[in-house]
């Protein structure tokens, strides 16, 4: 299938600092991908490189087989195939919720019988139907956001551009929203490009997920392959590893790797790619999710284990969330359904499959 979107070697600064430096990646139509990193990453840079609000000094980008940018063209918004989507709604405060919806297009001279069908395809979509006469200062957060991806919706753009929509929400609405929104976007199969800084958000919404780290990427995997799998430290950061153990690399065989911590020896399996960059006697990071530690007596049958002592009890309603300190000072989190008490010392274990090692 023949991408809907190029990208190549995208590079952009702002004074001495660049911000993307040889960003290149493709999209299928119908594909969603989430700009995933911390602040500062160049998640919005780019998308608004995309856009063509911003234009970068190298790079090529092609969407739907028009060249929107290359060393000697570059081609404004408007005659982009796209829309956008941005993170503090941008409607018209005058406009009513019809006349935001409609504004594109206007703009683009699309005819008057067509608006009307549009304007009721996506008000009935998104649920506004009797919100049509209501300016914006007459509606919640939630319905304004509607109303935004509304109107993006209604040019039917090739591609979808979404700058965090759904930050300025409430955490219930946000939840709400981002069902919606996956639904919707899965209903019309409309390529889009989401930044967000929210893991579950990205979960929720993309088919792929690409982490931006100092103006590069990380990596670009599905969501599962991501979280199961990631190929860089700050990656597992992005993806909540929260425990995270020094210790030194003790051996190396058959893909798997001895690391010392403290007084315990645990063992990680290598992920592609690590055999070449990790060695014996190399100083590590041994990563795990909360979810992967284990306190009952199955745990006994798993590979790692090591004994702490609980320092901190937090109950968390279904679960609690417990802080264990090892003999060497260093600290695990871990979660589990059963109460235990301040100063209990847990044999707790976790797997070789789920131990993920990182040079320091």
């Not at 160049?42 to 911003?54: D, E, N, P, R």
Request: aromatic share 6%.
């Amino acid at each position: 299938m023949e991408p809907i979107l190029k990208i190549n070697d995208v590079q952009k600064s702002f004074g001495m600092t660049k911000v993307l430096d040889g960003i290149s990646f493709e999209m299928i139509e119908g594909e969603c991908i989430c700009l995933l990193g911390s602040s500062g990453s160049g998640k919005s840079t780019l998308l608004q490189i995309i856009a063509g609000l911003l234009k970068a000094e190298h790079g090529e980008i092609n969407m739907s087989g028009l060249q929107a940018l290359s060393r000697n063209k570059f081609i404004p918004p408007e005659k982009r195939p796209i829309n956008m989507v941005f993170q503090d709604y941008a409607l018209w405060p005058h406009m009513t919720v019809r006349k935001n919806i409609e504004y594109g297009l206007k703009m683009s001279k699309v005819p008057e019988s067509i608006r009307r069908k549009r304007i009721e395809s996506v008000s009935q979509l998104l649920q506004l139907k009797g919100l049509l006469n209501r300016l914006p200062s007459e509606l919640s957060g939630g319905q304004q956001q509607r109303v935004g991806i509304a109107r993006a919706l209604a040019t039917e753009p090739n591609i979808l551009l979404m700058d965090e929509p759904l930050s300025n929400l409430d955490v219930k609405l946000r939840t709400e929203m981002r069902s919606e929104l996956a639904n919707i976007l899965r209903r019309l199969s409309i390529t889009t490009i989401y930044v967000t800084h929210d893991m579950m958000e990205a979960f929720a919404l993309a088919d792929r997920i690409l982490v931006l780290h100092q103006g590069k990427i990380a990596q670009l995997a599905s969501p599962q392959k991501m979280y199961e799998e990631p190929e860089t430290l700050g990656v597992a950061q992005l993806m909540g590893y929260q425990n995270r153990l020094k210790g030194k690399i003790t051996s190396i065989n058959d893909g798997t790797a001895t690391i010392h911590c403290g007084e315990y020896s645990v063992k990680g399996t290598l992920q592609t790619g690590q055999n070449d960059k990790l060695s014996v006697g190399d100083d590590v990071l041994v990563m795990l999710q909360l979810e992967a530690i284990h306190f009952d007596s199955v745990s006994f049958q798993l590979e790692n284990y090591i004994e702490a002592k609980i320092v901190q009890v937090i109950y968390e309603g279904s679960r609690w969330r417990y802080r264990l300190e090892m003999k060497d000072g260093q600290y695990i989190e871990a979660l589990h359904t059963k109460k235990q008490s301040l100063d209990d010392i847990m044999n707790i274990s976790f797997s070789v499959q789920q131990t993920r090692i990182f040079k320091l």
